[in-house]
């Protein structure tokens, strides 16, 4: 695990932080995924730490708001490896949504069904364009279960406090106390849900 030198505090860096949140909401919903799938819900969070990552962009340049015209952009690639990797997109964005954004769909027309029903089917097709068995199987089985995996990303915004609000300004806290052992930030991280252990007995800076 890496350490600050300055400070001695040892420190959970992001892809150990998402995944242990992966890992235990599954765990707590008592859940039978494989840790392939596991490993890819946590490389989805990192590829959303970027809010560009949330709307892609179509031929011309526009943004692409909506579920429909998201699933217009991949029918519309001719090449199989073009429309799996944006049928993928597709996928990761209604389960990123439906996951951490159920609340406010049950206020609108379109609802978190919508959002399961899209990302399921993408992932389906996913499936049958991937030439790679392991990768057939995995995209099989992020369509089979997907409620499950909007589950764990719920379960992981309502128990550690993640949303996607916050979660590019945890990061950021990340980096400074990363860059400066400070106290503050310290706290801000195991209040977040990340907890760093100190080492030895040295103290950041304090500036609480």
């Known amino acids: 695990m890496p350490r600050n030198s300055t400070t001695g505090i040892i420190f959970l860096n992001p892809s150990e932080y998402f995944q242990g949140a992966v890992s235990g909401a599954v765990a707590n919903l008592r ?22 990552n949330l709307i892609p962009i179509d031929g011309e340049g526009k943004p692409a708001d909506t ?26 964005y209604s389960l990123y949504v439906a996951g ?20 399921g089917a ?17 995209f099989l089985e992020l369509s089979h279960k997907f409620p499950n995996f909007v589950e764990v990303l719920s379960q992981i915004s309502e128990e550690t406090g993640f949303n996607p609000e916050s979660h590019r300004d945890l990061l950021r806290v990340y980096d400074l106390w990363l860059k400066t052992g400070s106290k503050k930030f ?8 990340i907890n760093p252990t100190v080492s030895k007995k040295k103290s950041g800076t304090d500036d609480t």
């Open 67 to 92: 579920l429909t015209q998201r699933l217009a952009l991949a029918l519309e690639e001719v090449k199989a490896e073009q429309r799996a990797a944006k049928l993928r997109q597709l996928g990761d």
């Open 31 to 52: 859940l039978k995924v494989s840790e392939h799938a596991q490993h890819y819900i946590v490389q989805l969070l990192h590829h959303f730490i970027a809010a560009e």
């Open 186 to 193: 310290a706290n801000q991280l195991v209040k977040a849900g």
């Open 100 to 119: 951490f954004f159920s609340d406010s769909l049950s206020r609108k027309l379109v609802d978190v069904d919508y959002y399961i029903g899209m990302g």
């Open 122 to 138: 993408a992932y389906e097709n996913v499936a049958r364009l991937e030439e790679k068995k392991n990768r057939s199987a995995l």
